[in-house]
């Protein structure tokens, strides 16, 4: 299977949403966080990096699980932070 390469506005959120996950992790480690989660730290790394900028649904369910966030706050703020950077570029 063949992937459409992403945007530049895609690869942004990307890198948002690994930032937020990156800040609500804390002093936790990766490991931990990712032990939690039931997913490797290297997948935890690439989508807090953005290398793994549209990880699955339920990678990102038991992300938000694992670090305590309401699915609904963390969309949220991906979208109030991906609108306000466009409407400022």
Request: aromatic share 4%; charged share 25%.
């Amino acid at each position: 299977m063949v992937r459409t390469p992403l945007t530049p506005w895609e690869r942004h959120r990307g890198e948002r949403f690994g930032a937020l996950l990156r800040q609500a992790r804390g002093e936790r480690s990766m490991v931990e966080v990712a032990a939690r989660a039931g997913i490797s730290a290297e997948t935890l790394r690439k989508i807090e990096t953005g290398r793994a900028p549209t990880p699955a649904f339920f990678t990102v369910a038991a992300l938000t699980a694992a670090l305590d966030l309401s699915l609904d706050d963390l969309a949220a703020a991906c979208v109030l932070e991906t609108e306000g950077e466009a409407l400022s570029a």
